[in-house]
């Protein structure tokens, strides 16, 4: 099975944010990454993402797995892109510089290429803080700080309880996966496709009727211990946003607000190398 | 149980529908079509909304989606996290039609739920996915909605067969069995 | 005193049931004792549980009649939520009782939906950790705990609470022995601290009374059949009678008076196998002993399975999970691999079905080596049969179900259709052929996983906990059908287990692991009369070696063999006569689970 992220203790400063600092930097982060097209500005986000991913003491083997995910979603991307709209870069930037013929018609140009560059710098700019996110967060501590930004206590208890069972999902399936591959039922294998979905069916039909038996358990549980009896809650795991977590919110956002006015100051979300 | 619209059985079916999402995330089947995988957490998705109403789907769908593709991936693509959660709202809203926990999903039903998930699917990524493709990410248009339509067709095909087959079994087993008599 | 609960004229029906699951119940409880609920599945035992808790009718809906007063309030009034702050319910899902990430916050959970504040918070899980002995695993998620540890965790979470009442699900289901053993103790222990009273929904009964009960309240049908003090009930035929089973020693003195005048008398104490006055039916047990003839068992087939040096890591840094594992099956045997959680045996069961290949050495079936095979192709000759029928049937109607290992196969439809009906013939299940799997009770779920393991014809059958979560009469059942299978159609067993009835009764050999060693390899009553092993392995002697040297015997062994063989021929006329009677009465049973 696939390596996923998941959060490793260390003593860090990035650790001691609270899961809803790091969230709300995240979501700041991921906005400005989508919107700006000013290779400056990704320049320096790529900069800060990997000056902070050092400073949380992420070691290389804990996300090596996933960065090769990434990359491969970003080849894809890169190369779709250059298939379907060769001239999408000379759209932007309203110039086309011919660097040479890939065949007949097919024009490689400046244009496109600086702005895959630009689709490229972004996946690497949101890469190392998801990174940091998942590795540095303490999944107990993240469900309970959403509840401070508004989010319903029972909707914030739901994360907490995919948290709680991913582990545990991920066991059952491998079991059942294996006990009815010997009996014969595989979801790889050369078949006819529809042969292929009735097979995962058997797979996945046992997988979600036991985790329906599980879900009228675990209500059970939670109703005979109290939960949703008030119409609030504390949180054990919870923790105040320091000094820290303020200084990190205020730069998150004063960044934030600096990177899109740069950005947008002329009208236009691309920085355009070509013109003049 | 109560007709409490999000009470505990809600809050545990979320947590756990999402954590089921979040695992097969990387169970994919191939089609034959180079870069287009069904991909069978989408009948998770339907079949969670289609039991336990549109906010249980909502919430899967956009969660499930977000949560998976970080922790599998390393990248969470906003403009496409959005159109799951349209998806899991959609065929949410129709829960007490289909009457799957009652044991009631028969053939009309089927074809309501399959109209339904249909139409979903098509305004989530044909429509939903691309738009914000285009406006927050700015890529071009002729690529995206490719892939929209790429994404629709998996998308049917794989709630449309193992999404009806996972709903009608739960039917069969969560629903009261007719009178039954012994065979020689 | 006034009693702490009391059931007058109590009655309940489940909507979706035609008859009520209890009739009439009268029963009067009082603080600080401890009670045993004993009963068969299906007898309303859990029931009696969940109308204290409130989950009846709050949860589960019904047709409530007479009265039931908690703590003097009314729980069908308080609500869930109301009884929860009195009565705290330990369930027997130790993983599904489980709601928090890490021990302390499960242990909080019920302050946090209480708003307790944070402080006061981490003082009052501090102290109940202390109780139940987690102090040092509080940061530890569910997953690094074994089930004992989740049990304590379960049981601190209900105690953060000030309960007056504790609620006990069969707490022993899922545990090995000995961690059965300390639950109970454990139970003792707080109820020794804090003003609590007790109830157990248990059918170990013998576990169950390692620490004293008050009293033991039979319930079967929907009834009260017996409420009486242990030593009382110990020394009359009523737990027989309904199908739950007694301590062994018990058992063993019964078999060895019966037809003599003598009774077992409540003043020798009968409740713990230590105290208990064994003097007035020595002579009897050794008169009785040495009438029974032992039969050879001694199997000296070719050999069908040989693992050899097994060796077993995660990853080649990680620790080895098994170290150099050696044994020989020999075709037609039917064996017990056991030993605590996590001892390596799953581990085991996956590198012969092929799930994970082996760091080193060599599993042979038929003297060939199965390496180069698929887990498909070596799912042909092995089967492996999980522990719930619900992780593995995959299709709603039984004939699909049973079928579906040949169809995935590309057998011809008309052959599936010969293959599936002789397999539910040989299962018992051929008159619900055309029944939805839903319709049945979970023993006969149980056999319908078998079934569609069977119908492949495996040389080799392993089953995981075969019998996790059966009372008597279905573990009796289940067992019986494997025993069959294994003499008439010579089909090897292997049986993963922590439960050491079934080894004794129904195996003729063990195979031990500790923390990932092979530590031994003999007939289950050598192992069970062996207290190293048994430490070891997070087994429990046999009652019957404590009757054994209590009665001065010099191998206790022999006096356990002997006393599995009588059983063995006792069952066997039983169900002579059964079968020469009308067939049993099979089909639907509302268990409600």
Redesign the interface.
Known sequence: MTKLLSYQEKDTWIHRLCGVTKLLFFLLWCITSALTYDTRILAAMIAISLALFAMSKTEWKQVAGVFKMVLIFMVLNVVAIFLLSPYQGCEIYGSHTVLFQWFAGHDVTAEELFYLLNVVMKYFTIAPSIFIFMVTTD??EF?ASLSRVGVPYMASYSV??A??YI??VQG?FR??R?????????MSGKAKLKDRIT?T???I??LL??SM??IS??S???????????K???????RKLQAGDYIVLALSVVFTVIALVITFHDGSRFYNPFAG | ?DKKKFGIQEVVATGIGTALFVVLTTVQIPTGIPNTALQPRMAVLAFFAAVFGPIVGGIVGLLGHALGDALFYGSVWWSWVFPEGVVGIAIGALAVKYAVREGGFGKKQIILFNVVQVIANAVAWIVVAPVLDILVYAEPANKVFLQGVAAWGGNIVIIGILGTLLL??YA??AG??SS?T??? | MEPIIEFKNFSFKYR?QQEPTLYDINLKIYPGEKILIAGPSGSGKSTLAHCI?A?IPC?FRGDVKGTLRVCGQEPAKAG??GM??KVG?V?Q?T???F????V??DL???????????NE??ER?NKVAELVSMSSFLTH???ELSGGQKQRVSLG??LV?DVDILLFDEPLANLDPATGKRTIALIDEILKKEKLMVLIVEHRLEDVLYKDVDRIIVVNEGRIIADERPDDLLCKDVLEQQGIREPLYITAIKHAIRGSDKKLQPKDAPQHIESMRVEPYREDVLRWFTQVELPNRRNENQPILEVKNLSFAYSPDAPRVLSDINFTIRRGEMLSIVGKNGAGKSTLS?LI???YRPAKGQILLNGKDISPLS??E???Q???V?Q?P???????MIMEEVG??LA??GVPAKEIEERVHETLKICGLY?????????LSFGQKKRVSIA??LV?NPQVLILDEPTAGQDYRHYTEIMEFLKKLNEEMGLTIIMITHDMHLMLEYTDRAIVLADGHLITDDTPAKVLTNEEAADRAYLKKTSLYDLAIKCGIEKPDELVDRFIAYERTLRRAKQQEDTAGTGKA???KGENR
Request: proline fraction near 6%.
């Open positions: 999944p107990s469900a907490a309880i948290l709680r582990p545990d059952d079991r059942i294996n006990a009815q591959e010997a009996r014969g039922i595989e097979r069916a058997s797979i039909f046992p009727f036991s038996e599980h358990v675990v059970n549980a939670m109703e005979l211990r109290g939960f949703g009896k008030k609030t809650r504390t949180w054990y795991a919870q | 149980m009608a079994a069969k087993v009261k069995s039954l012994k065979e020689n | 979706a808790n989950l949860s869930v939520f929860s702050k319910t369930l899902d993983d599904g009782q709601i928090g990430m890490t302390a916050e909080a959970f019920a302050l946090e939906n209480d708003a307790v504040p944070q918070m981490y899980v998620a569910p997953g979470g209900v609470d996956s079905c092929g799930f887990v498909k070596r799912g042909e092995i089967g492996l999980m719930s619900n992780q593995m049937i995959s299709k709603p579906l290992g995935v196969r008159p619900f052929r055309n029944w939805p799997v839903n319709a569609s393991i492949m099979g089909g639907r």
